[in-house]
């Protein structure tokens, strides 16, 4: 997907991705989200119960790669209003078309195919079943671990994971040894380089990951211990360029989930199996969760791994995000 190779699932016609494709594609057909499609005002195309459900579209003109990415991020909007006609055509290899939507969302990429294009090179042929496996949390194990003090505690071990056919390599720190019999302190962080590396205001995950080290050392001086889950999940899953695009769209006044359903992408696309997995294989069947949100705990339950705490991060807001936390709040179930 990321060197923009066409695709062949099942019995779907060749899907070449239109953000990264190279070359002088063209089609008549494109594959786009159905929020995107009610952005684009389709004549014939209703009101979709999924907003991230794929929608197969049809252009009067030839798109070239160049003509169809406008059609794709609604971050270009602005720039290139004008766009169509387009008319919605019948989807007859639905399944196959959402698998090529959520192998666009993992690799980062804007979910939008250009569809049969020509001339698009040999397709590498996937099913449905090669995306489960990739899915598939089973597949993690440890490759290594390490001790690591760190600035919060002198007591740190790092706990690496990694998945065979997944680049992304999964963290655990673990603060005060894995000693006390109480269940220890767990914060499941996904990965934010703005707010974690970069100090971003815009969000509230630098606070929380420091915050959440502090209370894991606290609990190690008083004889229990923490886990650090660090899920490398950018932009709750959608990836760190589609997340700017989104900081794009909020500043033309969406609010961050409005901004990822107009990129076609989920709302939260977060894997928190994952998560659980990590915990299994560190032997830890019981935490004391430290978050703000009850999503969380019931994806680690449902996983397996008993919640018998949830303790809330308490983090002041500031004039960049109020309006970013509101939304976590009111529209997202945040306990806030």
């Not at 705990?297 to 809330?312: C, D, S, Y």
Request: overall charge negative; some cysteine; aromatic content about 4%.
């Amino acid at each position: 997907m990321r060197h923009g190779w066409p695709l062949a699932i099942g019995r779907a016609p060749p899907l070449l991705p239109v953000e990264t494709a190279p070359g002088a594609a063209h089609s008549n057909l494109a594959l786009i989200s159905a929020a995107r499609a009610a952005t684009l005002k389709l004549a014939n195309q209703r009101e979709a119960a999924d907003p991230h459900a794929p929608v197969l579209i049809r252009a009067a003109e030839p798109l070239d790669l160049a003509a169809a990415l406008p059609v794709a991020d609604p971050a270009l909007d602005l720039d290139s209003p004008l766009k169509g006609p387009f008319a919605a055509e019948p989807l007859e290899w639905r399944d196959e078309a959402a698998v090529a939507m959520e192998l666009a969302r993992i690799a980062g990429i804007l979910p939008a195919f250009l569809v049969a294009a020509e001339p698009a090179g040999e397709p590498v042929a996937l099913d449905a079943a090669d995306l489960a496996a990739f899915l598939d949390p089973a597949r993690l194990a440890i490759a290594t671990r390490a001790r690591l003090p760190v600035a919060a505690s002198e007591q740190g071990e790092i706990v690496v994971f990694r998945s065979a056919d997944d680049t992304r390599e999964h963290v655990a720190l673990i603060v005060g040894g894995q000693t006390s019999e109480r269940p220890p302190l767990v914060r499941l962080h996904s990965e934010c380089l703005t707010g974690d590396i970069l100090g971003s205001l815009r969000c509230d995950c630098g606070p929380q990951l420091d915050h959440a080290l502090a209370a894991m050392a606290q609990e190690a001086r008083g004889g229990g211990w923490g886990v650090l889950l660090y899920l490398r999940q950018e932009g709750r899953g959608i990836g760190l360029v589609n997340k700017l695009r989104a900081y794009r769209l909020q500043d033309e006044g969406f609010d961050t989930l409005e901004a990822n359903r107009r990129l076609g992408l989920p709302e939260e696309a977060r894997d928190f199996p994952v998560a659980a997995r990590m915990l299994d294989l560190l032997g830890i069947p019981a935490v004391r969760l430290m978050t703000n949100n009850p999503a969380k705990v019931a994806a680690l339950e449902a996983a397996g791994v008993a919640v018998v705490e949830r303790v809330p991060h308490r983090i002041p807001t500031n004039p960049h995000n109020a309006r970013y936390l509101a939304t976590k709040r009111d529209k997202a179930g945040h306990l806030l």
